[in-house]
């Protein structure tokens, strides 16, 4: 058992706090890391509203190096650097026997409680809590990556850059010539463009109300940037596209009435693809005989299709090689001390992804 700092969700609607909690040490298939970087996602924050038991430990993009594995873990060992991968995977569902571990069926967590909060077990966000020094997790929770990249780098792969390039390039299998409209430049949405960028697709079109995101989705590779506050989108998407319509939408921000308009942009066969987190209580309209005669789709998307133990080293490599941009999503760094400001939306202005940086 050890002591450690961690940021806990007590109960809903309410800004979390820093807390002393008590780790246990890793049972049989589990890793210990000690957390260097976590990285504050919408999800996190969500968790105030959206948590499906309270209290829980936060936080589930994060990096770190191996402390300790249980019996049987042989991925890897101590002193490996790893990122966070929330979705562990059965490898025994219908889903995983049939190579569709991104549709696993029992994502894996602890045999048991590792993290004890005033002598009670604490739940853990999404099987990861990294908003903690140690984080136990199912051995397919610690996935080893390349230790010449930065553990505030490497943090970001695990959430971020997985679902926004992963929406791109194996959700909505975005090809070469093909249209794009991402709603939402936000951390998420910017991984969008640069995956859609390094699937060939054009044009790629940012759609935002802040002047400061549109301007870093030029520098992640859109094509055009509209400001909706300025400008109808829909119109603007028409006339871009000349009149057709793009392949694919993809909405990051959760809005069903943004979704709709989604829907209104999308080519003859387009795909509207759902990556920002609504409501759980939210509902969806449109209509539908207009989607059908257009032959057109709408797809959900968790953690952009991806699967962790492959594509995290990738992304680590790309960003290494120069194809991922990660350094200008990274653009606030604070202690764990600090997190509760950023949930009370004190945090730093204007940030894509601030990350927590562990002494």
Same mark, same amino acid.
């Given at each position: ?28 298939? !589990?890793?210990? @890391?000690? /957390?260097? #970087?976590? +990285?504050?996602?919408?999800?996190? =924050?969500?968790?105030? *509203?959206? &948590? ?125 010539? !093909?249209?794009? @409209?991402? /709603?939402? #430049?936000? +951390?998420?949405?910017?991984?969008? =463009?640069?995956?859609? *960028?390094? &699937? ?160």
């Amino acid at each position: 058992m050890r002591e450690s700092k961690a940021i806990v969700l007590a109960d809903y609607h309410q800004l979390p706090q820093l807390v002393d909690v008590t780790i246990a040490d890793p049972g049989p298939n !589990e890793v210990l @890391v000690r /957390i260097k #970087a976590s +990285g504050i996602c919408h999800t996190d =924050i969500g968790y105030m *509203r959206d &948590a499906r038991q309270v209290p829980v430990l936060l936080g589930h993009e994060g990096a770190g190096v191996v402390e300790q594995i249980g019996a049987n873990v042989t991925h890897t060992r101590p002193g490996d650097h790893v990122a966070v991968n929330w979705q562990a995977k059965c490898y025994q569902c219908r889903w995983c026997l049939s190579d569709r571990t991104d549709l696993c069926e029992h994502v894996q967590s602890t045999a048991a409680p590792r993290v004890f909060w005033k002598e009670e077990p604490l739940a853990i966000m999404l099987n990861a809590g990294t908003f903690c020094e140690y984080a136990v997790l199912p051995a397919g929770g610690a996935v080893p990556v390349r230790k010449d990249i930065p553990f505030e780098k490497a943090a970001l792969l695990g959430c971020g850059v997985a679902t926004g390039v992963g929406a791109a390039l194996y959700t909505a299998r975005v090809a070469a010539g !093909e249209g794009v @409209v991402v /709603i939402g #430049a936000g +951390g998420v949405g910017l991984n969008i =463009i640069q995956g859609a *960028r390094l &699937a060939g697709a054009t044009p790629i079109i940012a759609v935002d109300i802040a002047e400061g995101s549109l301007q870093r989705a030029d520098q992640f590779g859109a094509s055009h940037l509209i400001n909706s506050q300025k400008t109808e989108p829909l119109t603007a998407v028409r006339e871009i596209t000349a009149g057709r319509g793009v392949e694919h939408v993809f909405e990051v921000i959760g809005q069903p009435a943004l979704m709709a308009k989604g829907i209104e942009m999308l080519s003859r066969g387009g795909a509207l693809t759902l990556v920002g987190a609504a409501a759980r209580d939210a509902e969806l309209t449109f209509a539908p005989r207009r989607f059908m005669s257009q032959q057109q789709r709408v797809q959900g998307c968790i953690y952009g299709n991806v699967h962790p133990a492959k594509d995290l080293p990738l992304f680590a490599d790309w960003y290494v090689d120069g194809r991922l941009e990660l350094d200008a999503l990274h653009t606030a760094t604070i202690s764990l001390a600090d997190v509760p400001k950023v949930f009370a939306g004190e945090g730093p202005p204007s940030a894509v992804r601030t990350v927590v940086r562990f002494s």
